[in-house]
């Protein structure tokens, strides 16, 4: 492992997962500061984090990098309203939304030209990270990177934590997440709207099954919608998802159909 330069990270949306990322970049001692919707102002204090209500003085407070930790449906609105004319240097803007072509073209569209841009997916959570990040993907995109030292120091948070290093354009996260992630939640969520328990007779597959339903249950449905309302190709995944339902269904059905007749 090798040691991080100690950064200034600002965090705008301090929910769940910018609470469970800010714990790590705080005990590899770097300063963080935060805005959000809420006001965190008590558990900031806890944790030794500058909390800021007014977000132009968030934005005034000289932060090397500023990490967008809000929800993927909430971010259009968020990145919009702020008040970026109090930026004092050219910083970089870094995401951690579970898409990743709609904060990228926010991101264009929104920021300072002399901003630079880089888009991530950490591929683990609270749950799944909570032992550690050893071998756990993070995804990148280097979007806009002039100061290229700026950036390698951000990815050193990750890096130094043993984090696999995913260097890959947004779409192709995006068509793989559709394929992996919003797969497992589309099915974690399915077998919660079923009301699937454990029993006393368990086989293993099941007891993955439940796990699956549990984890996925945990994050907020927000962050599902927007795993689909914002990633292109998740409306084919839904869909294969359907035919498959229905091809076997309509398997089952023929055998039993041939199986009465024989
Ligand atoms: P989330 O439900 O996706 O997002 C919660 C955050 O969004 C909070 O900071 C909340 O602010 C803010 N927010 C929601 N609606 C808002 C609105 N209308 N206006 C302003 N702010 C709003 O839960 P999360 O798990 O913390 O995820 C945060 C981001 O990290 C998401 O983009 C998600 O895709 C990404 N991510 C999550 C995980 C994970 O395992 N959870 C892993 C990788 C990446 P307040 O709390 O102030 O209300």
Same mark, same amino acid.
């Given at each position: ?88 240097? /050219?910083?970089? #803007?870094?995401? %951690?939304?579970?898409?990743? @072509? ?5 991101? *264009? +569209? &929104? ?25 756990? /993907?993070?995804? #990148?995109?280097? %979007?806009?990177?002039?100061? @290229? ?5 951000? *990815? +050193? &948070? ?31 969520? %399915?077998?919660?709207?079923? @009301? ?45 998802? @359907? ?20």
């Amino acid at each position: 492992m090798s040691s991080t330069k100690s950064l200034r990270i600002g965090m705008i949306g301090f929910g769940p997962f910018a609470q469970f990322l800010a714990k790590t970049m705080i005990r590899q001692g770097h300063i963080i500061t935060a805005t959000s919707r809420s006001d965190y102002t008590h558990l900031c204090s806890q944790l030794g984090i500058s909390f800021f209500r007014d977000a132009s003085a968030f934005l005034e407070s000289g932060n090397d990098v500023i990490l967008l930790t809000t929800s993927i449906l909430s971010l259009s609105q968020v990145i919009k309203a702020l008040p970026l004319e109090s930026l004092k240097q /050219p910083t970089l #803007f870094v995401d %951690v939304l579970s898409v990743k @072509e709609h904060p990228r073209d926010l991101m *264009l +569209q &929104v920021l300072p030209h002399d901003s630079d841009v880089l888009c991530t997916h950490p591929m683990f959570g609270p749950e799944s990270g909570k032992d550690g990040w050893k071998d756990l /993907p993070l995804m #990148f995109d280097k %979007v806009r990177i002039r100061n @290229e030292a700026a950036c390698s120091d951000f *990815l +050193q &948070v990750f890096a130094t934590e043993g984090c696999k290093m995913m260097e890959m354009s947004c779409e192709e996260h995006d068509e793989f997440s559709a394929r992996s992630q919003f797969l497992t939640h589309t099915v974690g969520r %399915v077998l919660a709207e079923m @009301e699937v328990e454990p029993t006393p007779i368990d086989t293993k597959g099941f007891q993955k099954l439940v796990q699956v339903k549990e984890s996925t249950s945990r994050d907020s449905f927000d962050l599902f919608s927007g795993l689909f309302v914002h990633n292109r190709f998740a409306q084919q995944q839904l869909r294969n998802l @359907e035919l498959a339902l229905a091809s076997i269904k309509q398997r089952l059905e023929s055998r039993s159909e041939e199986l009465e007749q024989s």
